[in-house]
């Protein structure tokens, strides 16, 4: 099954969808298909740990794996999967091998798992691109970059509230421009 996270609405699939159904999908204007800075394709569903007939979509690992992060300028690719078993459908997984399911689904702009090496029988994220890729390869199709740009936004926006009220005149943007100095350097920091 296909799940989507951040701000747009869900286009479900079936669970167990084939990988080609799946890139085919991918391929087309709507649904999954879309180019969307903040639509995330996932694929497939895990299998829970502890009952393994419970299948939960991906797209909910990968925001446990968002927040668990913190950091707005760590990617979700190559984290590893808490609580699951197997992936619900049996992909085949490599790195080098452009015709393995793993590798298809990426080229494809499709998040998915890939065996962890470091946890025997564990499993960890596999990509980190929005809808955009492959259609646009700019650093913008690349998750957390978006992240990146909204905290800096928020934290641009709650300093411009101190101004607001303020005269439009040089103080005033010195003092802004101060007041932004100070978050980059925070930020940076």
């Not at 479900?12 to 969307?36: E, F, L, M, P």
């Not at 690992?61 to 950091?71: E, F, I, Q, R, S």
Request: aromatic share 8%; proline share 4%.
């Amino acid at each position: 099954m296909l799940c989507l996270l951040w701000r747009e609405a869900s286009y479900y699939r079936t669970d167990g969808d084939s990988i080609a159904n799946i890139v085919t999908a991918r391929a087309g204007n709507t649904g999954i298909g879309q180019d969307k800075e903040r639509l995330i394709v996932t694929y497939p569903y895990l299998n829970n740990a502890v009952t393994p007939t419970i299948h939960e979509p991906l797209s909910t690992h990968l925001a446990g794996t968002v927040a668990k992060n913190g950091d707005y300028g760590k990617t979700v690719s190559s984290q590893p999967l808490l609580g699951i078993s197997t992936p619900s459908v049996s992909l085949s997984m490599s790195v080098t091998d452009e015709s393995s399911d793993t590798s298809k689904l990426l080229g494809a702009g499709v998040i998915t798992v890939m065996n962890d090496d470091n946890i025997p029988g564990g499993f960890e994220t596999w990509g980190d691109r929005n809808s955009t890729f492959p259609s646009s390869s700019d650093v913008r199709s690349f998750i957390h970059a978006i992240r990146t740009e909204d905290a800096v936004m928020q934290k641009a926006i709650s300093r411009a509230r101190k101004f607001i009220d303020l005269p439009s005149n040089l103080m005033t943007a010195n003092m802004a421009t101060s007041s932004y100095d100070a978050m980059f350097f925070e930020m940076a920091s």
